[in-house]
């Protein structure tokens, strides 16, 4: 079969399967995008548990995750820490050269990188990785140039959505051991 003859979804079926490391923005993606600052100027944000899970069954698959944001938050790296996440890149708002230098470390083609982002410094990344995604509220723009748009919105489930699918293809087993 040639590139031309396939469908849509059996391209996106061999780009997906191809991914064993996912890279996300965290504002507007793990989270809904609004950050909450106290009158002593401390930043929190609210992470879904969903996605949290979500993480841990891929991390179990044997497979990577990173976060790439253009914020300097503490609070991202708690959660980090929390769910085992080493790979964090804070202050980055070069999205496309902080993958393309956490593909090298870890002796990854682009083809087998996952990026997922929501507003357009994201976009440049989403265009250069094998698997682009962007959620539903996000700029035509991504949304034009992403392989695939989460059903769930930011801070809402919406990396869980990419892991299921992913996992799912890849026949990896759903129960966090
Ligand atoms: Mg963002």
Not at 68 to 86: F, M, Q
Not at 88 to 107: D, Y
């Amino acid at each position: 079969m040639t590139a031309k003859n396939l469908t849509q979804q059996e391209s996106f079926d061999i780009k997906a399967k191809r991914i064993r490391m996912i890279l996300s923005d965290v504002d507007g993606v793990l989270t809904d995008g609004t950050i909450a600052i106290d009158h002593q100027g401390n930043e929190s944000k609210r992470f879904s548990t969903a996605d949290g899970y979500g993480i841990r069954l891929w991390f179990q698959a044997g497979y990577s995750f990173g976060l790439i944001t253009g914020r300097r938050s503490e609070c991202v790296l708690h959660r980090a820490k929390d769910l085992g996440i080493n790979m964090v890149r804070l202050g980055t708002f070069a999205k496309r050269e902080a993958v393309e230098e956490i593909a090298n470390e870890q002796h990854l083609s682009l083809e087998q990188i996952a990026y997922i982002g929501d507003d357009l410094p994201d976009l440049p990344a989403i265009e250069a990785v094998g698997l682009g995604v962007t959620v539903p509220d996000a700029p035509e723009e991504l949304k034009n140039a992403a392989d695939y748009i989460t059903k769930r919105c930011g801070g809402y489930g919406a990396v869980r959505d990419l892991i299921n699918i992913l996992l799912t293809l890849n026949n990896s087993v759903f129960v966090l051991k």
